[in-house]
């Protein structure tokens, strides 16, 4: 009797385990200031950005990407000529984040990693451009260490 008791224990056990493990991988969280984009695997990256918390997904056919949509800062070094050709060494730190309703565009053609790709080539010819325009001199007059110099990105 006892052994019939523990058998059905046992049955019961092992389809509440298999049961919750369906349910948790059918689950994922996406943290505080970060975003989330599906890829499914019959229709490709969806158009829908998840927001914070818990969501629910297809398991196995569909897999959440995250992406950190908070400010980060990033420092850019360059060694460019100025307008009088003289060779500047000149940092530029920059905050950036991405907009969180491009993800699903950002992903399929740039990929997670945007900030290593694109952010530091657009950075840094631009950095080039505006310190071309300037003689040396006038670079140590107008940004002295530590002052900060804005630069409005192209969209």
Partial sequence: ?????????GKFGLALAVEGGVVNSALYNVDAGHRAVIFDRFRGVQDIVGGEGTHFLIPWVQKPIIFDCRSRPRNVPVITGSQDLQNVNITLRILFR???????????????DCDERVLLSIT?????SVVAR???GELITYL???QSLLLQLPQ
């Fill in 124 to 128: 840094t010819e631009i950095l080039k």
């Fill in 98 to 112: 991405p907009v969180a309703s491009q993800l699903p565009r950002i992903y399929t053609s740039i990929c997670d």
């Fill in 134 to 136: 300037f003689d040396a």
């Fill in 1 to 9: 009797m006892a052994a019939k008791v523990f058998e059905s224990i």
């Fill in 144 to 146: 002295p260490a530590g």
